[in-house]
């Protein structure tokens, strides 16, 4: 069973510095990783491999610097990795975004699985997966929280929150799994370096037939600005009063700021 | 000149702090306070490939590097600042090495193979009661019977002596014995194996130490009665010891100062946030410029800390393993003995000024601070080199020989 997974080389959201004067995050330099949830899609391709056989494949569009995202990617065990360098320096949306991973995906052959993180935990808009579903006509399983394959069948087990659903299609099929699918596995120091020797190319928009140009054409939202919220303490403080005042106070408080009903 | 981790190293980094953050750090408190072994997450830490780092595959390591295993103490000293762990660590790492530099080959692949599942330790075992710095007055000696050594005498302050005992396999040391006249030309390296395939070796003699810190870690001695060493368990050639010791004592004092600067860093960092929230006449400590100043005396030396350390692993590395013609195993002698006297003293100034901004909270049990203080400390007194020896080294190495006698 061959499997592809999308993955992409996200900010880290949570080592971010902010600048106190302007309040947008400073992103030259930032640190960068793989995305959780993407995590969990390659840990969960690599269970498929080991179960059912085949090989995973991973493929990202990002800045040249991604490489260590896929070496982090193979050291998880997938078996080959593919970046495609970002012309826009990350200014392209997600529809131009899944417009390159479909090409990606064309020119690397025939997959019977496509998996991606439900979202990217900088981002976070949740829109490549579906796209790119619909540019390779395959069908869709969202939020997997379990995947189980069975011949050329796939069922997967739908987190909505509140309930979850029950999804079977036959393969080729793209499915977007949750954070709670797995625990992706800690790569031992062999593992880490025997990526350094799995197959890992670099290719250009250009090499899958599109122009640098009509991705920016196509691509439909511009981040016109990044600022950061601000969540100001109210730094209420009861003092001197004995506990039972002073938790019903609390507590009127809080249903003044409409915290409790 | 390239201040770059590479990718591995970065992710490897990565990897170590997941671990350490989901397997240690819960739990270091407690195994400190309670002086428990940590048996069991020692099998977790070899399955994770944290000891033999530098170990080729063959002999069942990771095929690393010394940057690489002070990458790993680093972070596992971060999230376990008493040092129990990295300083168990720390000998799996730097002496398993040693051995697969000067040992036979079917001692390597008895005894590494079994250091590097977690199943065996293999550590050093120099120092005895008239002293650990004196390297040139030891005394236990070994005298050659046939293909065998018989082997009398006594070391003390050895870690691991527990250890040892309660692994599946065993283990034991790496272990200079006189083996001809006087002096430091008499030396011969000898492993000792107190226990193999399960049994402990006749002519063994245990005895332990209660230290004041590092609780997860045990010191003992050893005495041997006629205790039989074959000749393949001779590490180099005989009466060449001192000088494969004082090599291998380059490499033993890179790792520990990769351990000292995890836990260094670990203290300022809780320093750091202590200061931002603590207050005082109305304003955050860290306002003071008697707080703000110390932090930042102690932020420079910790940040020459890393670059000691990482030089010295880096330029191991260019002789050990990549046999770069530039440099000699001489060239090792003056950056891994800086680093070993320079970061458990800086470990140490910066576990005395932070439990001051803790205040009467830092001298209390429940501040995690003194665990690593007085772990750490360890390294100020002795252990790869007593502080006024690495200035000897130093001072030797830098003035000449003849002109500091």
Redesign the interface.
Same mark, same amino acid.
């Given at each position: 069973m061959n499997i592809l997974v999308c993955v992409k080389y996200a900010l880290d959201v949570t080592e971010l510095r902010i600048d106190p004067s302007s309040k947008t995050p400073t992103l030259q330099g930032a640190p960068r990783k793989v995305s959780d949830i993407d995590k969990n899609a390659v840990e969960e391709a690599v269970v498929l491999k080991e179960k059912h056989g085949g090989k995973v494949v991973i493929l990202t569009f990002g800045p040249k610097e991604a490489t260590g995202g896929l070496k982090e990617a193979l050291a998880i065990g997938a078996d080959e990795a593919y970046l495609v360098e970002d012309p826009s320096n990350g200014l392209l949306d997600t529809r131009a975004t899944s417009i390159v991973l479909a090409a990606g995906i064309k020119k690397l052959g025939n997959f019977d699985l496509i998996l991606c993180g439900e979202a990217t935990v900088d981002g976070f808009s949740s829109q490549v997966g579906p796209r790119l579903a619909e540019k390779l006509g395959i069908p869709l399983l969202s939020y997997a929280r379990k995947v189980v394959v069975n011949g050329d069948e796939v069922t997967v087990e739908r987190d909505l929150e509140d309930r979850y659903e029950v999804l079977k299609t036959k393969l080729p099929a793209l499915i977007s799994v949750t954070r709670e699918i797995n625990t992706p596995r800690i790569p031992p120091l062999m593992a880490i370096l025997k990526a350094s020797k799995k197959k890992s190319e670099i290719w250009k928009v250009e090499d899958l037939g599109l122009s640098s140009d009509e991705l920016s054409k196509s691509s439909s939202v511009q981040i016109s600005e990044i600022q950061v919220l601000e969540s100001k303490r109210k730094g209420v403080i009861i003092k001197d009063k004995p506990p039972a005042e002073a938790a019903e106070e609390l507590v009127n408080l809080l249903i003044k700021d409409k915290c409790l009903g | 000149m390239d201040f770059k981790f590479s990718?591995?190293e970065?992710?490897?980094r990565? $990897?170590v702090r997941?671990?350490c953050q989901?397997n240690i750090a819960p739990m270091w408190v407690e195994m400190d306070e309670k002086r428990e072994l940590p048996l069991d997450l020692y099998k977790r830490m070899a399955?994770?490939?944290?000891f033999g780092?530098p170990v080729k595959?063959e002999y069942g390591g $990771?095929?690393?590097t010394l940057t690489?295993a002070c990458i790993?103490l680093e972070e596992i000293a971060y999230a376990e600042p008493s040092v129990a762990i990295p300083v168990y660590t720390l000998l799996q790492n730097g002496w398993p090495y040693a051995l697969q530099l000067f040992g036979s080959e079917e001692a390597k692949q008895e005894i590494l193979p079994k250091v590097c599942d977690g199943t065996g330790f293999y550590s050093i075992a120099t120092t005895e009661t008239q002293g650990g710095s004196d390297l040139a007055g030891i005394k236990m000696a070994a005298a050659k019977h046939g293909d065998k050594w018989i082997l009398n005498g006594e070391k003390v302050y050895i870690s691991g002596v527990e250890e040892v005992q309660k692994l599946d396999w065993g283990g034991g040391w790496f272990t200079l014995v006189r083996t001809g006249g006087s002096g430091a030309q008499g030396l011969t390296v000898i492993s000792v194996l107190a226990k193999r395939d399960g049994k402990i070796a006749e002519g063994f003699e245990p005895s332990m130490f209660e230290e004041i810190g590092r609780g997860g870690l045990t010191t003992g001695g050893f005495k041997l009665t006629d205790f039989e060493v074959e000749d393949k368990y001779r590490v180099g050639e005989v009466n060449k010891g001192m000088s494969i010791s004082l090599q291998c004592f380059n490499l033993a004092r890179i790792v520990v100062a990769a351990a000292c600067l995890g836990s260094a860093r670990w203290a300022l960092d809780q320093g750091i946030d202590y200061i931002k929230q603590r207050k005082l006449f109305g304003r955050m400590i860290s306002s003071f410029q008697g707080i703000s100043f110390r932090e930042a005396d102690l932020y420079m030396k910790l940040e020459a800390a890393k670059l000691f350390v990482y030089k010295a692993a880096w330029l191991a590395d260019r002789i050990y393993l990549y046999n770069d013609p530039d440099f000699s195993v001489y060239d090792l002698n003056v950056p891994a003995t800086i680093a070993k006297y320079w970061v458990p003293d800086t470990c140490a100034e910066i576990y005395q000024e932070v439990l001051k901004w803790f205040g009467a909270y830092g001298y209390t049990k429940e501040c995690p601070l003194y665990r690593g203080w007085l772990g750490t400390w360890s390294y100020n007194i002795g252990a790869e080199g007593a502080m006024n020896v690495l200035k000897y080294i130093i001072a030797r190495d830098t003035i000449g020989k003849e002109y500091i006698k």
């Amino acid at each position: 069973m061959n499997i592809l997974v999308c993955v992409k080389y996200a900010l880290d959201v949570t080592e971010l510095r902010i600048d106190p004067s302007s309040k947008t995050p400073t992103l030259q330099g930032a640190p960068r990783k793989v995305s959780d949830i993407d995590k969990n899609a390659v840990e969960e391709a690599v269970v498929l491999k080991e179960k059912h056989g085949g090989k995973v494949v991973i493929l990202t569009f990002g800045p040249k610097e991604a490489t260590g995202g896929l070496k982090e990617a193979l050291a998880i065990g997938a078996d080959e990795a593919y970046l495609v360098e970002d012309p826009s320096n990350g200014l392209l949306d997600t529809r131009a975004t899944s417009i390159v991973l479909a090409a990606g995906i064309k020119k690397l052959g025939n997959f019977d699985l496509i998996l991606c993180g439900e979202a990217t935990v900088d981002g976070f808009s949740s829109q490549v997966g579906p796209r790119l579903a619909e540019k390779l006509g395959i069908p869709l399983l969202s939020y997997a929280r379990k995947v189980v394959v069975n011949g050329d069948e796939v069922t997967v087990e739908r987190d909505l929150e509140d309930r979850y659903e029950v999804l079977k299609t036959k393969l080729p099929a793209l499915i977007s799994v949750t954070r709670e699918i797995n625990t992706p596995r800690i790569p031992p120091l062999m593992a880490i370096l025997k990526a350094s020797k799995k197959k890992s190319e670099i290719w250009k928009v250009e090499d899958l037939g599109l122009s640098s140009d009509e991705l920016s054409k196509s691509s439909s939202v511009q981040i016109s600005e990044i600022q950061v919220l601000e969540s100001k303490r109210k730094g209420v403080i009861i003092k001197d009063k004995p506990p039972a005042e002073a938790a019903e106070e609390l507590v009127n408080l809080l249903i003044k700021d409409k915290c409790l009903g | 000149m390239d201040f770059k981790f590479s990718e591995e190293e970065k992710i490897f980094r990565e $990897s170590v702090r997941e671990f350490c953050q989901n397997n240690i750090a819960p739990m270091w408190v407690e195994m400190d306070e309670k002086r428990e072994l940590p048996l069991d997450l020692y099998k977790r830490m070899a399955a994770q490939g944290l000891f033999g780092i530098p170990v080729k595959p063959e002999y069942g390591g $990771s095929g690393g590097t010394l940057t690489m295993a002070c990458i790993a103490l680093e972070e596992i000293a971060y999230a376990e600042p008493s040092v129990a762990i990295p300083v168990y660590t720390l000998l799996q790492n730097g002496w398993p090495y040693a051995l697969q530099l000067f040992g036979s080959e079917e001692a390597k692949q008895e005894i590494l193979p079994k250091v590097c599942d977690g199943t065996g330790f293999y550590s050093i075992a120099t120092t005895e009661t008239q002293g650990g710095s004196d390297l040139a007055g030891i005394k236990m000696a070994a005298a050659k019977h046939g293909d065998k050594w018989i082997l009398n005498g006594e070391k003390v302050y050895i870690s691991g002596v527990e250890e040892v005992q309660k692994l599946d396999w065993g283990g034991g040391w790496f272990t200079l014995v006189r083996t001809g006249g006087s002096g430091a030309q008499g030396l011969t390296v000898i492993s000792v194996l107190a226990k193999r395939d399960g049994k402990i070796a006749e002519g063994f003699e245990p005895s332990m130490f209660e230290e004041i810190g590092r609780g997860g870690l045990t010191t003992g001695g050893f005495k041997l009665t006629d205790f039989e060493v074959e000749d393949k368990y001779r590490v180099g050639e005989v009466n060449k010891g001192m000088s494969i010791s004082l090599q291998c004592f380059n490499l033993a004092r890179i790792v520990v100062a990769a351990a000292c600067l995890g836990s260094a860093r670990w203290a300022l960092d809780q320093g750091i946030d202590y200061i931002k929230q603590r207050k005082l006449f109305g304003r955050m400590i860290s306002s003071f410029q008697g707080i703000s100043f110390r932090e930042a005396d102690l932020y420079m030396k910790l940040e020459a800390a890393k670059l000691f350390v990482y030089k010295a692993a880096w330029l191991a590395d260019r002789i050990y393993l990549y046999n770069d013609p530039d440099f000699s195993v001489y060239d090792l002698n003056v950056p891994a003995t800086i680093a070993k006297y320079w970061v458990p003293d800086t470990c140490a100034e910066i576990y005395q000024e932070v439990l001051k901004w803790f205040g009467a909270y830092g001298y209390t049990k429940e501040c995690p601070l003194y665990r690593g203080w007085l772990g750490t400390w360890s390294y100020n007194i002795g252990a790869e080199g007593a502080m006024n020896v690495l200035k000897y080294i130093i001072a030797r190495d830098t003035i000449g020989k003849e002109y500091i006698k």
